[in-house]
């Protein structure tokens, strides 16, 4: 597949749009994901298609399809949100996400030594840190000797 612009000649995200959609957001989240997954010039495609994400070959070509399927963006800052971070995007895994709602939906991180999110340890007080991120602020929630009560008092932390 040759690739213009980040997206694949001859496509209807280089320009052979007949819904008028070109210039909106909705089409501009089908672009990026389709080039996420499909475009190994994109700087993020190692952590998409290279850890087995793809697009539901039902939308690869038909943005019509995919946005039949995701609907308009909700008014404010909303993005697309895989449900199941370890599936691509497909029908039933996507859906309109705030940051908060993604905060709480990310996958552990592959060097992660709890395997839980938001919980790592401290050389500094020799125990585990909690820490918890809602609407885009990290708050520290407290240090602690094991992951199950680092995790425990992550879930149950409300600021």
């Given at each position: 597949m040759i690739w213009y612009?980040?997206?694949?000649?001859?496509?209807?995200?280089?320009?052979?749009?007949?819904?008028?959609?070109?210039?909106t957001a909705e089409y501009d989240t089908?672009?990026?994901?389709?080039s996420r997954c499909l475009n190994p010039n994109n700087k993020d495609y190692e952590e998409?298609?290279?850890r087995g994400i793809t697009i539901s070959k039902k939308w690869i070509n038909d943005f019509m399809a995919f946005y039949l399927h995701i609907g308009k963006k909700p008014e404010g800052k909303y993005s697309i949100d895989r449900i199941d971070n370890d599936?691509?995007?497909?029908?039933?895994?996507?859906?309109?996400?705030?940051?908060?709602?993604?905060q709480l939906n990310k996958r552990v991180q592959s060097r992660s030594k709890s395997g839980v999110t938001g919980v790592h340890w401290s050389k500094i007080?020799?125990?585990w840190s909690a820490r918890k991120t809602i609407n885009g602020k990290?708050?520290?929630?407290?240090?602690?000797?094991?992951?199950?009560?680092?995790?425990?008092?992550?879930d149950s932390y409300s600021h």
């Open positions: 612009n980040n997206q694949p000649k001859g496509s209807l995200a280089k320009g052979n749009t007949k819904h008028g959609m070109r210039h089908w672009c990026k994901i389709k998409y298609a290279g599936k691509g995007y497909i029908p039933g895994n996507v859906r309109w996400a705030t940051d908060s709602e993604q007080v020799n125990k990290r708050y520290q929630v407290g240090y602690f000797h094991t992951v199950a009560e680092a995790k425990q008092a992550i």
